[in-house]
């Protein structure tokens, strides 16, 4: 077979994929997080939204803004407080996410956010697919917030929100552990 014949000939379907899948540096540092401190991320990001509210709801007591009988703080007028109250919370979360893929939580216990191959998790993939799609609205439907956090103990560790954005949690590489990598 001449050379002008296998270079004009259809690619086998067959073979192996040529390009790189994953690096082996990468794959060597997405080890998952402990269960544990992913638990404890969680406690603390939801410790830290509800200490946020904390002047808001004294303001609001201050003030004294009357509840209507039987609706309480769930208002209209209510609910943009808790909104204004938990803004700064979510800002500060939301430029973390921005510049790093890590929450509050995620980011006092060295977890961040990745994709399931070890690449990068972007802004708009966390903030859209992974907190509104997977975690607000499947948090709205009764126990799937409770199923969702139990799907940790999967052999994957990944939660339902974690599966429907292909992300994982996993440690952030220590300096040592990348410049031991690098040699």
Known sequence: MS???????TPDPYAVPSA???????????????????????VLNA????????PFAMAYEYFDIPYLPGNGPLRPEGMGWIFLAIAPWA?????????????VGKCILDIQVVR??????????QLLLRFFVGQGL???????????????????RQTL???IVDTIVVRVPQRREWDQRSQ
């Open 3 to 9: 050379e002008s014949q296998t270079t004009n000939a």
């Open 20 to 42: 790189p899948i994953l690096e082996r540096g990468r794959l060597e540092a997405v080890r998952p997080a402990s269960r544990f401190k992913r638990l404890v991320a969680y």
């Open 47 to 54: 410790v830290g939204a509800f200490v946020s509210m904390i």
């Open 91 to 103: 800002l500060v979360n939301v430029y973390l996410i921005h510049t790093r893929p890590q929450s």
């Open 116 to 125: 399931k191959g070890g690449g990068p998790a972007t802004t708009s993939r």
């Open 138 to 156: 499947l948090g709205v439907i009764p126990f799937i917030r409770i199923i969702d956090a139990l799907c940790i103990f999967q052999a994957s």
């Open 161 to 163: 929100h974690d599966g």
